[in-house]
């Protein structure tokens, strides 16, 4: 039996997209994935794309179509105009439906969190923190791109690592054993130059492709960090750097939860087993504190609530669980 | 009459491509401009045709044709691969001729200096220094690129001046005076989304093209350093990352002439009237120091020592003399 009109809703992310269809009543119904759907980062026509895959993915494992589809709800990064609804509606086959646009770290907070008013921050290849209420976002600290900020972000570090790696080979800067590790992880062969034989090879990956792609440097430096001091005086930095964009947009609201996600900060910053005691943790304490991986659930609960579904614990945890079936499933 | 045989010159750099005609006696009989030859900032084929373009003007010039060259020099940034001789001798018709590749800052430095042994820093959009024993590059600091280094580079100012405006707009870190300054230069009109509307404006303008175009912003950043202590801070510290690059590179060989070229040093650090005493002027106290405006004469200087002409300071007087009747005549 047909559902009266179920939510669509995708999370387009630097790496992956993804999308459920959610019932009324917030089960999952259908889970897809695809590739990147940044704009920013591969373009408005392979994002808009990779959306369309994610959906009809979605669609199809419920066994639904199109016009089965009541509500749309994208979450992603950046300005609106890179991926505008029209193009959107066009893209999805869905001219006519109901669509709202939340921003990918909205999404993320409400991935983990039900409560109207919170905070997020998110490390992966970029870094941002918004303060938000009642799906109102507040508050913005950073998140402004990895040439103007971005402090603390996989791309900041991963920088910070290529520019020590250079100025170690380059006989300018300390030796540190990210050299070892950055050789071993582009697979860097002796090139010919003016220069040293290593230098020149990294000189070579790092401008052929998007500056973006630094950000693969950043695991190396946690890697690194019990070992090599330049290694932990980045992560060190990068601790420090959000946990003070942390505190900007927390500023007087110590009492919302806060939501945390990025790989930087969850499988970097604050993974299991890592000294903790730095700035971050000391930014966290006595706080309600969760993490989320992916703002998929997030952007489905920012459509209930526009659709003035009753949205509490109970229902994150059935879409949450719902969705998870999905997935591992799939 | 025509010449037995003319060395063509040719400096491709980031903004311009300038190509002289030279005689054996130094004389320049011709010479042609055009855009940016650097293949890295406009690719391989922009390049090469801005090559083209300057050879047949200087050639034109000059009333002589592509048969009329006995050899060529190319002075250029970047790795040989990105603009092979092949491709270069294809461009400018002249495939038999005999074909030399030089680093610009090779060029830069024999524009200024006919001594086999000296040091040169050039430091415009990117940055760089080395030392040369007759023709040959001894030693090279930085230069790698505005991802991994060019510290104390235009591009390398640019990016801190926008960082800094950034945290101004944000909130999140100091005021500054480059703020308006940075407002006024890009023409930056209040933008709508989710952050204060010029900050929006800057993102947008950010990354709408090149990362080397935020060098357009270092000069904002001398024309506030008496009045803005962010802007000071910056200047002081290019100005020292700068200082550093010449010390590694001259290290044990202060005796050795010092060329000093690009914006950021000529009309930037070491300007006429710019309060004095700051790092570079330190590291340079008692050095013989002269400045080089472009690479052209060098490149010409280098195409005459390999044909074993006699070089000395009459021979780069004339040449220079020479061609500045014609570059000012054209």
Chains 1, 2 share one sequence.
């Not at 999308?19 to 808009?48: H, I, K, P, R, W």
């Not at 005086?233 to 420090?240: F, L, R």
Request: glycine share 12%.
């Amino acid at each position: 039996m047909k559902e009266p009109g179920v939510l669509l809703a995708i999370d387009a992310g630097g790496s992956h997209t993804r999308a459920v269809v959610v019932s009324a009543g917030a089960e999952c119904l259908g889970y897809g994935a695809s590739s990147s759907g940044n704009a920013t980062a591969v373009g408005a026509d392979q994002a808009l794309a990779a959306l369309a895959e994610a959906a009809s993915g979605a669609l199809a494992s419920a066994s639904l179509g199109p016009d089965d589809v009541r509500q749309v709800v994208l979450a992603a990064a950046g300005e609106e105009y890179l991926l505008h609804g029209r193009a959107v509606a066009q893209a999805l086959a869905m001219p006519a439906v109901k669509y709202t646009r939340a921003p990918d770290i909205l999404a993320m907070y409400h991935s983990s969190a039900v409560e109207p008013a919170g905070v997020a921050l998110v490390a992966g290849t970029g870094a941002i923190a918004a303060r938000f209420r009642d799906l109102v976002t507040e508050r913005v600290i950073d998140g402004t791109g990895w040439l103007l900020g971005d402090r603390g972000s996989g791309f900041w570090i991963g920088r910070k690592v290529a520019r020590a790696v250079a100025a170690d080979l380059d006989d300018t800067g300390e030796p540190t054993g990210l050299t070892r590790l950055v050789i071993e992880e582009l697979g860097l062969q002796p090139a010919e130059g003016y220069r040293s034989p290593l230098l020149q090879a990294l000189v070579a990956w790092a401008y052929d492709g998007q500056p973006v792609r630094l950000a693969r440097l950043a695991p190396l430096a946690f890697r690194a960090e019990a070992t090599d001091e330049i290694a932990a005086a980045i992560t060190a930095e990068a601790e420090e750097v959000l946990a003070r964009t942390l505190r900007l947009v927390r500023e007087g609201h110590d009492e919302l939860p806060v939501v945390l996600g990025g790989s930087v900060v969850v499988r970097g910053l604050l993974a299991p087993g890592r000294m903790s005691g730095g700035a971050l943790t000391r930014e966290l304490a006595g706080a309600d504190v969760r993490t989320a991986h992916d703002g998929v659930a997030g952007a489905a609960i920012v459509g209930l609530r526009r659709s003035r579904a009753t949205v509490d614990s109970d229902t994150l945890a059935r879409l949450t669980r719902s969705i998870d079936e999905l997935r591992n499933g799939a």
